[in-house]
């Protein structure tokens, strides 16, 4: 079984910062593309960012130049730092993972449960 848990979000101002993490764990042999989406209410879940196990990177338009995706591939683990932060409706940010399975290999996709941030005006 594998699991990703996310931490780090919450409550922030127009204009500061967090920072996402998304740890995976369990019986993982790899882990290839990872990457974060986020879901405001009344919303389609959409793609924030992803990196692939070699560290090349895609941003959707509207984070360009404010958040930055990286990971740590000796911990399993991906993190979003997210600047600049906008005032909008609390929005839930989740981890993905497309993993290999460390006792069939086989190819499977993970969702983090995920994490809230809302920004205040």
């Known amino acids: 079984q594998v699991q990703l848990v996310e931490s780090g979000g919450g409550l922030v101002q127009a204009g500061g910062s967090l920072r996402l993490s998304c740890a995976a764990s369990?019986?993982?042999?790899?882990?290839?593309?990872m990457g974060w989406y986020r879901q405001a209410p009344g919303n389609q879940r959409e793609l924030v960012a992803t990196?692939?196990?070699?560290?090349?990177?895609h941003y959707a338009d509207f984070v360009k130049g404010r958040f930055t995706i990286s990971r740590d591939n000796a911990k399993d683990t991906v993190y979003l730092q997210m600047n600049s932060l906008k005032p909008g409706d609390p929005t839930v940010y989740y981890c993905n993972a497309e993993t290999i399975s460390r006792v069939d290999y086989r190819r499977l996709e993970r969702w983090g449960q995920g994490t809230l941030v809302t920004v205040s005006a």
């Open positions: 369990g019986s993982i042999f790899s882990i290839n593309a």
């Open positions: 990196i692939t196990r070699g560290g090349t990177t």
